[in-house]
């Protein structure tokens, strides 16, 4: 990782601006400010298939999209998920930078079941239902203590799909000072929670959920595209 590090050391001076230096602790922000650039270095490298050796033996996307794309058709047959409407391809304008040999560039909603957000609910006091609101969604996890509960009397007005599900990602679409917040739900009761319409819920279909988490972010100003 070192070798990748300094050999694209190009990548890291041009995300660099000069900080202010007023202030007390000084050292601590210039300390810290460093290390988020680091780390952001690591992801970009990561992203673009450059922190570690490509092994030209891997499967190559392709093949995983079209398992996605056969599982898709199976579970549309199914009644299990919508079909959904296609979009358009990637043109060379959208593509920030040239990929791996094997790799490809997908929405992406290519490898995701399902993509909505939550729906805004009417609350209660007491119910069977919790609803996943922006400040239940933390960097580190989720904070369900702040979530409230769905008038048990509404539920029949929710889809199946929009009870949300082992792996599901939730992601902070509006909320100031919680936007863009995005974390894993790891586990889950069937038919125990729901998401509130300022979360967008992604689930991605044979796709490890947390790649799409680490991910996502850097993408955060095209959402629909992610590298495979």
């Not at 190009?10 to 202010?20: C, E, G, V, Y």
């Not at 319409?197 to 972010?217: D, E, G, K, Q, Y």
Request: hydrophobic share 40%; charged share 25%.
């Amino acid at each position: 990782m070192v070798d990748a590090i300094t050999e694209n050391l190009d990548l890291w001076s041009s995300a660099i601006f000069n900080k202010s230096t007023a202030g007390r602790g000084t050292s601590d922000k210039q300390t810290a400010y460093g290390i988020k650039k680091l780390r952001e270095l690591i992801l970009e490298l990561a992203v673009r298939g450059k922190l570690v050796p490509q092994d030209p033996n891997d499967e190559p996307a392709s093949v995983l999209l079209e398992k996605i794309a056969v599982e898709k058709e199976r579970l549309v047959k199914e009644g299990k998920i919508k079909k959904q409407n296609p979009l358009p391809e990637i043109n060379d304008d959208e593509k920030s930078f040239g990929l791996p040999s094997g790799w490809e560039w997908v929405r992406l909603q290519d490898v995701s079941a399902y993509i909505q957000r939550g729906k805004g609910p009417k609350y209660a006091d007491q119910g069977q239902v919790r609803v996943i609101s922006q400040k239940c969604i933390q960097w580190n996890g989720f904070d369900l203590l702040q979530a409230k509960y769905v008038d048990d009397d509404s539920i029949t007005s929710y889809q199946p799909e929009r009870f949300l599900v082992e792996n599901d990602l939730l992601w902070n679409s509006t909320g100031t000072g919680t936007v863009g917040r995005i974390n894993v739900l790891a586990k889950v009761k069937p038919n125990s929670l729901v998401a509130d319409s300022h979360v967008t819920v992604i689930r991605p279909l044979n796709i490890n959920s947390n790649f799409i988490l680490w991910a996502l972010p850097y993408f955060a100003e095209k959402p629909l595209h992610v590298v495979l």
